[in-house]
């Protein structure tokens, strides 16, 4: 593999500090998330327990791990420049500390703070979703990677201002006084988050990495699957969420079936890559494999319920029983993978890409503990497993906490890996990435008046 995948605008890049502090604060929301989850499945965790968790660790780290990879990815993918450092470097305080009062109101079961904190997320996600889109808008024509994610912000809008109603209800009831079914709501504003802002997010950067990272190209089926998914998939999130908002069950039927269709197609293609790569496997091509078997088996499973009940709640993220499947099994290891390539690259070309050819330097996948990623892979597979199973299967229910504290390790693991590559190889510490400071002529975000 090469040690910069080749066609990147490096050069348009954010300064590394930016990207690097969404993802040591996902990180942060990751453990955050482990433990209330373990904490939940032993049925210690206050108030609304489940709701934060879920939260922690989709809010959190998912999401911000998206805002930090697309504000790096699209300048560099894309060869436009960011169109603000200073929104860049602004949209991470609202998020972070909006999520942080968000979980704490809903384990305290005050519900007054949650407009407030509600309010600061919103502020958040739209400054994120107004940055990456006028830069998005100066690229012509846009390609696959780039077509959803600019679905996925216009995903990211609709359901931060469901969020926020939502929000705004449990802190003073508003949906009673419209005449509108809470429950509704809530169905709509999951499915636009899970399979509209982040799922598509995620098929978007795999028609990049996937390809790039095995060295590959999409041929013959991949194209017919390509188009499948690409028309299939959108149409289907919306009509889903659409259905489900307004309680209309041939719609959502559809829009379920379209869903899962596609993720099949899009798995099919993601399998074919990895089968007909010949590189050497890496944490990023190991995890992608977890995730292509996931969402096979996601979509069988789910497919036959969606179209039997689209608007159960026990179904709300798929078949009943496999929302870790979803969660974990698709959308976890897919961001886990892509980090382990992600923080690695983006220290990698900041530290080391000036003196290449001058004097030795380690290649990319050289930065992290091999030994450690393969120690967390397997925690999190077998962690996550076991959570699937328990919650598939009623009889094996006792794996839940066996798994969730074994998922828990395996995050807690890949943190600890993480913050080694930083710390060993970064110019800034941990703490000095929040620190404005000059580091090997780097000015963070919001430097210089030329720059917005």
């Not at 926020?164 to 508003?174: E, F």
């Not at 194209?223 to 489900?244: D, F, H, K, N, T």
């Not at 969402?295 to 608007?311: F, G, H, K, S, V």
Request: hydrophobic share 55%; net charge neutral.
């Amino acid at each position: 593999m090469s040690v910069v995948p080749g066609g990147l605008e490096t050069e348009r890049q954010p300064p590394m500090t930016v990207p690097l502090r969404h993802f040591v604060v996902g990180f942060g929301f990751l453990l955050l998330g482990g433990i209330a989850g373990l904490l939940d499945a032993l049925g210690a965790l206050p108030g609304r327990g489940t709701l934060a968790h879920v939260h922690l660790l989709l809010a959190g780290w998912v999401c911000l791990t998206i805002m930090g990879a697309m504000t790096q990815f699209v300048p560099v993918w894309s060869g436009v420049p960011l169109h603000s450092r200073r929104l860049a470097a602004g949209q991470l305080p609202p998020v972070a500390v909006g999520l942080l009062g968000f979980a704490a109101t809903l384990l305290s079961g005050d519900l007054r703070w949650l407009a407030v904190f509600g309010g600061l997320l919103l502020l958040g996600f739209l400054t994120f979703v107004y940055n990456v889109g006028r830069t998005l808008a100066a690229a012509r024509p846009l390609d696959v990677t780039e077509r959803h994610f600019a679905l996925a912000l216009a995903y990211f809008v609709a359901l931060v201002a469901l969020g926020y109603l939502l929000a705004l209800d449990l802190a003073l009831p508003v949906f009673d006084r419209w005449g509108v079914d809470r429950t509704s709501v809530v169905a709509a504003h999951a499915t636009l988050a899970v399979f509209g802002a982040v799922l598509t997010t995620v098929l978007g950067a795999l028609y990049q990495l996937a390809t790039m990272f095995t060295q590959t190209k999409l041929r013959g089926v991949d194209e017919s699957l390509r188009r499948v998914e690409e028309v299939g998939y959108p149409v289907g999130v919306v009509a889903l969420a659409a259905g489900r908002l307004f309680e209309v069950a041939p719609l959502a039927r559809v829009g379920g079936l379209l869903a899962t269709v596609s993720v099949l197609a899009f798995g099919a293609i993601l399998a074919r890559r990895l089968y007909e790569t010949r590189v050497d496997r890496t944490p990023m091509l190991s995890r992608y494999a977890v995730a292509a078997a996931a969402m096979a088996l996601w979509a069988a499973l789910t497919a036959p319920a969606w179209a039997t009940d689209p608007l159960g709640f026990d179904a709300l993220f798929g078949a009943p029983g496999t929302v870790h499947l979803l969660v974990l099994g698709v959308i976890g290891f897919v961001v886990l993978g892509t980090l382990y390539h992600v923080v690695p690259f983006i220290v990698w070309v900041h530290r080391y890409s000036d003196r290449l050819g001058y004097e030795r330097v380690p290649m990319i996948d050289d930065l992290y503990d091999d030994r450690i990623a393969a120690v967390d892979f397997a925690a999190v597979l077998g962690g996550g497993a076991s959570v699937a199973l328990a919650e598939f299967a009623p009889p094996l229910a006792g794996l839940f906490a066996v798994g969730g504290l074994l998922a828990a390790l395996g995050f807690a693991l890949f943190v600890a890996n993480m913050a080694l590559v930083i710390r060993r190889h970064s110019p800034y510490t941990i703490v000095g990435l929040f620190v404005p400071r000059r580091a090997d002529g780097e000015r963070v975000a919001a430097d210089t008046p030329s720059e917005r």
